[in-house]
């Protein structure tokens, strides 16, 4: 078993910046993703980075999101830039597991305003 804790949502204006972290319970030798889910919508995948440092991305948060880990702390970011009021939503922290069980953090608000 494993928790998932974020931490770093808050209220910012259009054009301002965000950092979420997300620690771990325990080792995180597994993909790490963030996901978000906007009122009336599906939860969707933001960002995601392997085990390795690969990452990928949504095409609408390209060039202005970074993800990044750092295993030694356990811990994986979403460092947001430019964002977007289409950005408002609750963001989740997600770890995968080779075989393919899926743990998810709390959710943390994220609100833009206009």
């Known amino acids: 078993q494993v928790q998932l804790v974020e931490s770093g949502g808050g209220l910012v204006q259009a054009g301002g910046s965000l950092r979420l972290s997300c620690a771990a319970s325990?080792?995180?030798?597994?993909?790490l993703g963030w996901y978000r889910q906007a009122p009336g919508t599906q939860r969707e995948l933001v960002a995601s980075i392997s085990s390795g440092g690969t990452t990928m991305y949504a095409e609408s948060v390209k060039g202005r999101f970074t993800i990044s880990r750092d295993n030694a702390k356990n811990t994986v970011y979403l460092q947001m830039n430019a964002l977007e009021p289409e950005d408002t939503a609750v963001y989740y922290c997600?770890?995968?597991?080779?075989?393919?069980?899926?743990?998810w953090g709390q959710g943390t608000q994220v609100t833009v305003s206009s």
């Open positions: 997600n770890l995968r597991t080779p075989s393919n069980n899926n743990y």
């Open positions: 325990r080792s995180i030798f597994s993909v």
